[in-house]
């Protein structure tokens, strides 16, 4: 059985020869350092072949990219505007943590019109290359599932917060919904104007929008201004790669996202990760829930990985019974930090193999 078709079976709840192993959040660089320096050799290691998908998720970026350019540093931080146009504070010794956002690349609304025309054309041959049409052919025959993520830039609350920033988009529901609602058709229409291209040259097994738009108890806005504002702008995207044959559509957000599963769901996503253990989500619960209409990715506690055998023997267990039911792929439930020892993440690799060799449809 090839992976693509692993994938497709996994997701319709038929017979596999196996789950899917070793696919979804990766680790930090700060993680790979330190396993590097704890001897891993990923290219001799075994628990490293694991299932192949292509994710693809840097051709919705704003292009051309802003120029890296440099503020101020000192010994601990940098401040510098990245290629996005914020200006953030980064840790010099840390960088994939969470950076201080100073300022957004978006104030006005005349802003925002400029920095679409400017950074977000749907053009294939600056976004993938001159050679576009043979890259996208070539994919007609895969043996792996093609994922299409417009990651960070295709959502309708989460690009808006990378443009004028969390804060700020929270506002203007209540101060500008015109403006909120501008933006949003501007970024289905984005959306829909790349993938119409990508799919007149290769079919995709999956889309993908971003948000991440919950914390630890909730969501940032209210399920009534989602289900008014983003739930048309889904549905119009939606059914647009519905008609295209797309049938899978997946969506990333962090923190606790439970009221907004039936909203999404509503609007015909039927894939979503990662399911954050720490913020209250459990993918066995949540499957109770809302069903086998629901397919999900993520899941697993990072922090138990961290912790060693007997915390990772505990959260396997959790979660098997939605490995033995399909429609869920196991993997963290977000990318490891680098608390994650190597020993404990070969343990990990090694008793996750065995689960999923051992319950599958």
């Known amino acids: 059985m090839t992976d693509r078709e692993r994938f497709w079976n996994v997701m319709e709840y038929k017979p596999v020869d196996r789950g899917i192993y070793g696919v979804g959040m990766g680790a930090w660089p700060e993680t790979i350092e ?24 840097y051709w919705f970026f704003p292009n051309p990219p802003f120029e890296r350019k440099v503020i101020s540093e000192d010994d601990r931080t ?8 914020s200006l953030v504070r980064e840790l010099r010794d840390s960088p994939s943590s969470m950076p201080q956002f100073i300022r957004f690349p978006v104030e006005t ?13 749907p053009d294939l041959a600056g976004r993938i290359g001159k ?12 043996s792996f599932p093609l994922i299409i993520t417009s990651d960070h830039w295709g959502g309708f609350f989460g690009p808006l917060r990378s443009l004028v920033g969390v804060e700020k988009i929270c506002m203007l529901f209540y ?33 993908g929008f ?11 806005i209210s399920p009534e201004f989602v289900k008014r504002y983003m739930f048309p702008r889904y549905r119009r995207v939606v059914d647009f790669l519905h008609s295209r044959g797309v049938k899978w559509i997946s969506l990333d957000s962090d923190g606790n996202i ?17 399911f954050e253990v720490q ?13 086998k209409e629901l397919r999900m990715m993520g899941g697993i506690d990072k922090r138990a990985i961290a912790e060693g055998p007997s915390a990772i023997d505990d959260e396997l267990k959790r979660i098997s019974p939605v490995v033995e039911e399909g429609g869920y792929i196991p993997a963290p439930d977000h990318s490891l930090p680098p608390d994650v020892s190597f020993n404990n993440y070969c343990y990990y690799m090694e008793k996750l193999k065995k689960l999923v060799e051992e319950k599958h449809p």
Not at 109 to 121: I, V
Request: glycine residues 4%; charged residues 30%.
């Open 34 to 57: 330190r396993w590097k320096n704890e001897g891993c050799e990923p290219s001799k290691e075994p628990l490293f072949q694991t299932d192949h998908w292509e994710w693809i998720w």
């Open 78 to 85: 940098i401040i510098y505007i990245n290629s996005e146009g």
């Open 109 to 121: 609304r005349e802003d925002f019109r400029k920095f679409m025309k400017e950074r977000m054309h």
């Open 131 to 142: 050679d576009y049409v043979q890259k996208l052919q070539s994919y007609k025959n895969r």
């Open 175 to 207: 101060d500008d919904p015109a403006f909120v609602e501008e933006m949003m058709d501007a970024i289905a229409d984005f959306i829909i104007a790349m993938m119409e291209q990508i799919l007149n040259y290769t079919d995709i097994d999956m889309y």
């Open 210 to 220: 971003w948000e991440d738009m919950c914390y630890k108890t909730g969501p940032l």
């Open 258 to 274: 439970t009221s907004l599963i039936p909203i999404w769901l509503e609007a015909g996503i039927n894939f979503i990760y990662p």
């Open 279 to 291: 913020a209250g989500m459990d993918v066995v619960k949540v499957r109770k829930t809302f069903g």
